[in-house]
């Protein structure tokens, strides 16, 4: 069976055609900048062990455009992968926010794509744009299920003294104002493979999925007891351009004193803090660069962004009234040895201790990098956000 897995942004779609046979990719891409002069699409193949890549360059007014050249690509004489649409059986999208709704993947039907409009206020710039992938796709590939993945989902698990702020009551039973937390098909993917590795069922494990936007979860024998992002993603850790946890007071102050509307503070905050606002690069490639030749203010920004994560670790770990694992994944945490070396630092009271060499060993492997003995297992487990969506999906279409 293949299925189809669907990230659609709101002038983006990533796609990936999985063979859930062998659970491997047998095309990818992403079709670019919709709407504006120029779009692109860049579509690669994964056939006998070969990749090959193409990229079209031509205007795509919208979605459907885009979705209908994907879906003839995937078919095409040079560039296909399957002979016909029909044999993709399932379309799986990531649908960013499902509230307190979703607890786990479904079935997209009407009822589902009024309640994923419903939440349009909980997540303006993504929700919109998932729902347009969703009615595209039904268009596009009619004989294909279409399956919805929340990336809030896994989080629904978590008790209420977690999930809700100390404001007026109504505030959370009139406009659901609480915790939701997001990346949730990461830290369910790599909390799995935690146990699976560790062959502990009921493992105290602490997710870290670190890319440009980052997020830590609490992992309790498989359930979720807390998370770092709140009712949206800008809560928690230092990120690639988002402040994460910041004093509320910053808001009122920069609106009174500075004069700033709420767009403009929206914008500093998402957009311009962070790694960004910190170092001037957003890239972490370019910070470690400068953290090696000794830049102080690199230096800096890398203790603040380790500092966060420990101090989560600490937070966790109590949470979870234990720690069997911490769990490094996403495009920092699987490459990153720096960040990962200072998160490990001075952290034996909770059972931590790196060996850097093997932090330093580059793998695609599942790998423990804790030195032999450690009460606590350091692991670095690649993420992969699709294959958790087609399998998810798969599930309920088999
Ligand atoms: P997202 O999916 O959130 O866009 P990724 O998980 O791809 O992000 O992570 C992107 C981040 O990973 C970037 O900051 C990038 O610099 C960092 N990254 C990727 N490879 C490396 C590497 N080899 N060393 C350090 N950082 C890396």
New binding site residues.
């Given amino acids: 069976m293949n299925i189809l897995v669907v990230n659609a942004g709101s002038s983006s779609i990533k796609y990936q055609l999985i063979d859930m046979t062998t659970e491997k990719p047998l095309s990818s891409g992403i079709v670019e900048r919709i709407g504006l002069e120029e779009g692109t699409i860049t579509h690669k193949t994964f056939l006998n062990g070969e990749e090959k890549k193409t990229k079209e360059v031509f205007p795509i007014p919208d979605h459907t455009v885009g979705l209908k050249r994907v879906a003839e690509l995937l078919v095409d004489e040079e560039w296909g992968v399957i002979s016909d649409p029909s044999e993709i059986q399932a379309v799986g999208h990531r649908l960013v926010h499902g509230g307190e709704a979703f607890t786990k993947t479904v079935v997209i039907t009407e009822e589902v794509k009024a309640k994923v409009k419903e939440l349009f206020p909980l997540a303006p710039l993504h929700n919109p744009a998932n729902l347009i992938g969703v009615e595209v796709a039904e268009k596009v590939f009619p004989n294909a299920t279409q399956i919805g993945v929340f990336d809030t989902a896994f989080h629904q698990t978590m008790p209420e003294v977690a999930y809700r702020y100390a404001i007026p009551n109504e505030l959370y039973t009139e406009m659901g104002i609480r915790k939701y937390g997001f990346h949730g098909t990461s830290h369910k993917y790599v909390s799995e493979k935690a146990v699976e590795y560790l062959g502990n069922e009921k493992a105290k494990v602490v997710t870290i999925?670190?890319?440009?936007?980052?997020s830590m979860a609490a992992v309790d024998g498989g359930v979720c007891k807390d998370t770092t992002m709140g009712i949206g993603p800008l809560n928690g850790l230092i990120m690639?351009t988002r402040s994460g946890d910041v004093d509320p007071s910053i808001i009122f102050y920069l609106i009174e004193q500075k004069g700033y509307s709420v767009a403009e503070v929206s914008k500093i905050l998402n957009k311009e803090s962070g790694?960004q606002g910190l170092t001037g690069d957003?890239?972490?490639?370019?910070?470690?660069d400068r953290y090696m030749k000794g830049d102080k203010t690199a230096i800096l920004a890398y203790e603040m962004y380790a500092y966060r994560i420990q101090q989560f670790i600490g937070k966790y770990a109590a949470a979870m009234n234990g720690l069997d694992a911490i769990v490094f994944?996403?495009?920092?945490?699987?490459?990153?040895?720096?960040?990962r070396s200072l998160v490990c630092k001075n952290m034996t009271y909770f059972g931590i201790e790196m060996d850097e060499a093997k932090n330093a060993v580059?793998s695609k492997d599942i790998r423990e990098i804790n030195v032999e003995g450690a009460k606590t297992k350091v692991l670095v487990i690649p993420?992969n956000e699709e294959l958790e969506i087609a399998q998810q999906s798969y599930n309920l279409v088999k």
Wanted: charged share 25%.
């Fill in positions: 999925h670190l890319g440009n936007g980052a690639g790694m957003t890239d972490m490639r370019d910070i470690e994944t996403a495009g920092i945490g699987e490459n990153d040895t720096i960040a580059r993420t």
